[in-house]
Structures are given as C-alpha cells and as structure tokens.
C-alpha cells in the first residue's frame, strides 16, 4: 500500500514539473513573441526644420514658426494662428467666434506616407489650415491661408476650378469639398483659391524627403 501512494506521490510530482515547465515555456515565447513586434513609430521630427506655408497675399515662401504643442487637433489652433500671422487673424472684429471650435469645419484626407491629413476651414471667411498628425500623435500645420482675396463674409463669389463646366458661385459646402488637398503619387496637392477672376488657382505640392520624413515644397 505505501509502494502505491508512493508510486502515486512520484507521478503527481512528476505531472506538476512538467506542467510548470510547459507553462514557464509558454510565457517565454509570448514575450519573445512581444519582443519581436517591431515598433512602427520611431519617427522623430525635428521642429526646426518644419517649414509652414502661409498663404495671406503677402508672398507664400514657407518658413518656420515656434508654434505651441498641439496634442489635438484644435488645441492651441487659434493660438498658433495668430503666432503664424496675428493681423490676419485679428482683422476680423469677430475672430473669436470666426475661429471658435464650433465654427470650423474638420475633414479627413487620409494617410500621406506616415500621417493623417486633416483640413480645418471656415471658408465663410477663406481661411483653412491643412494639418498634419504624425504616428506619435502630434499635429503640425504644413500649410494655412487666411481672407486675402475677399470671402463669402464680405461678398465674394467663388467659381470651380473648371468654371466652364460649373459656372455656378460654389456654396460654403461645395467651396470645402473643392479645396481638399489630395493625394497624388507620393505627393501632396493642396489647391488654393487666389482670387482675381473665376479660374485663378494655385497648387502648392510637397514631397516627403527620405530620411526624416519632414515635409518639403516642391518649387
């Protein structure tokens, strides 16, 4: 009888062990597992080297701006704005309201390399931003455009690009839709409104350069 509960003590021994080592097995090869998923945002971005293209009639070379953070994407928005070109902001008695989160209209472009492109527009008064997330979750303004030419708010009519097949002014609505920047082989097209008469369009492009991923405006 001791033999049997001897023998029945050695193999309930020996079942534990092996599940121990099974189990000890097992949870190495999920961190191992782990270990192995490669990190796809590694990207670092120098700010200093982050050219922002403001379009407000008074030349369009890009340049840099010392903006604050911007962890969403309309934090900080106005603010920077106004780091960007404060008179353009403020020439607008009604700016606060103009700029306010509620008046202005987000729409998605899609991926762009390894960001998001957001649009952010109040066209009622011509200004849009076109604005950039990166994969660690920062977003940047690449490019922003202010009223300069006239806008719905003061009267202006604003025509399609092909006016001959849409000869009717755009609406707000449509006027957005137009501006969408799209992207076209590897590049970014952002179609502006200069005004002047009913076909006057410019398009800014930018490529991503290889090795630091920032930004730049084909000439």
């Excluded at 025509?159 to 501006?179: T, V």
Aim: with cysteine.
């Amino acid at each position: 009888m001791k033999k049997v509960i001897l023998t029945l003590n050695c193999i309930f021994l020996a079942l534990l062990i092996s599940c121990n080592q099974n189990t000890s097995s097992s949870n190495n090869q999920v961190v191992d597992a782990a270990s192995t998923v490669p990190d796809t945002c590694k990207q670092v971005i120098d700010a200093a080297k982050w050219l922002l293209l403001c379009n407000n009639g008074k030349g369009d070379d890009a340049a840099h701006f010392d903006l604050k953070s911007a962890p969403t994407l309309l934090e900080n928005y106005i603010e920077n704005l106004k780091l960007i070109d404060q008179y353009s902001v403020e020439i607008d008695a009604d700016y606060p309201k103009h700029f306010a989160n509620d008046s202005l209209k987000i729409d998605s472009v899609g991926q762009w390399g390894s960001y998001l492109v957001f649009q952010v527009s109040n066209f009622y008064i011509m200004h849009r931003s076109v604005v950039l997330k990166d994969c660690k979750g920062n977003y940047r303004i690449l490019y922003t455009e202010f009223d300069h030419i006239g806008a719905p708010i003061s009267g202006t009519q604003v025509f399609a690009e092909n006016s001959a097949n849409d000869p009717q002014p755009l609406s707000i609505d449509r006027m957005r839709k137009e501006m969408l920047p799209k992207v076209l082989n590897n590049q970014l097209d952002i179609k502006a409104f200069v005004g002047g008469n009913k076909e006057y369009y410019e398009h800014y492009r930018f490529i991503l350069t290889d090795s630091t991923q920032i930004p730049k405006l084909i000439p």
